[in-house]
């Protein structure tokens, strides 16, 4: 876009009485009550269903919400690494990032998997095709806005709008959980041993487990730690 503003507008007065024009603020449209009775259906048919957070759900401000729609359904949440922080990682449901180089332990999750409720996520995050390999899981898209086309990513519900407030809506249209999410503890166990096994080794050169360990030592609960991943 290119604003022309002429040379002459500086040096015009303002009438006395003018005033800032009212500013027109755009706010989240609701959900769509169809739409999440669909995916409570979806749901409720689920025998595995799982989450995975992207960017979208950070940057919409969702991450109570996820909490709540995890403890209240007992699902697990997986991150894409764009999301990885909205979801607390030492949650009892919390898978973690899914492994970008590799088929890592949180897409055990996804391999045994038949509902994916997508969270503010986009296919660039991560490949469609890495979570959906056969493209018979079901997709619940929950986003801001439509989902994009993919072989991989054939959405069963599209739920657009606030984020929060779908996934509120979503959770109190099922019944409650009685408990954290059972798919999640054996991953999340794999996952401490793969963190713990060599956290303490002494010898050199020295291991990345080991300054991962020191470094999580040395940090609180909220501290945030970059590394450049040397990707380009």
Sequence with gaps: MYLAVPEDVEQLSVPGDAA????????????????????????????????????????????????????RLGIPVA????????????HANALGALGFMRHDYANFGFDRADVIVCVGYDLQEYAPERINPDARKKIIHIHRYPAEVDAHYHVAVGIEGSIPQSLDALAGALEKSDGPATASGKIRALLRNEIDREANDDSYPVKPQRLVGDIRRAMGRDDIVLVDTGAR
């Design 20 to 71: 800032p024009l009212a500013i027109n603020v755009v706010y989240d449209m609701a959900p769509s009550v169809s739409q999440v009775k669909r995916g409570a259906e979806v749901l409720k048919g689920a025998r595995s269903p799982i989450v995975l957070a992207g960017h979208g759900a950070a940057r919409n401000g969702a991450s109570d919400a996820l909490v709540r729609f995890s403890e």
């Design 79 to 90: 991150t894409t690494f764009m999301g990885k922080g909205v979801f607390p990682d030492d």
